[in-house]
Nanobody
Framework: QVQLVESGGGLVQVGGSLRLSCAAS????????MGWFRQAPGKEREFVAA????????TYADSVKGRFTVSRDNDKNTVYLQMNSLKADDTAIYYCARRGTRFLGTTRVADFESWGQGTQVTVSS
């Protein structure tokens, strides 16, 4: 069973930046697409961004497009989420998740098989 550990969350002002990291256990990291999701209080978990196993393909939610960048370092078994121009609406717990395939193809929560424990991001106005 893979273990995913997020880090890098915190408190930041509107307009600021944060970089989240997600470290994965195991030896086959590059064979899995990875995603970032978030959940705000009282709301459902929603898709943020995803990246294919090779890192060659990415996809983003419209709400973060142009502000967030997902990347990965397969030698370090780590996926990143660079978040710029943060807004108050970005406040949420952010989770990384692993698909069962190297391909993107979906942004649905149900299609990601393994999840980290989450890291809190709070954007103050």
């Amino acid at each position: 069973q893979v273990q995913l550990v997020e880090s890098g969350g915190g408190l930041v002002q509107v307009g600021g930046s944060l970089r989240l990291s997600c470290a994965a256990s195991g030896r086959t990291f590059s064979t899995y697409a990875m995603g970032w999701f978030r959940q705000a209080p009282g709301k459902e978990r929603e898709f943020v961004a995803a990246i294919s196993g090779s890192g060659g393909s990415t996809t983003y939610a419209d709400s973060v497009k142009g502000r967030f960048t997902v990347s990965r370092d397969n030698d370090k078994n780590t996926v990143y989420l660079q978040m710029n121009s943060l807004k108050a609406d970005d406040t949420a717990i952010y989770y990384c998740a692993r698909r069962g395939t190297r391909f993107l193809g979906t942004t649905r929560v149900a299609d990601f098989e393994s999840w980290g424990q989450g890291t809190q991001v709070t954007v103050s106005s």
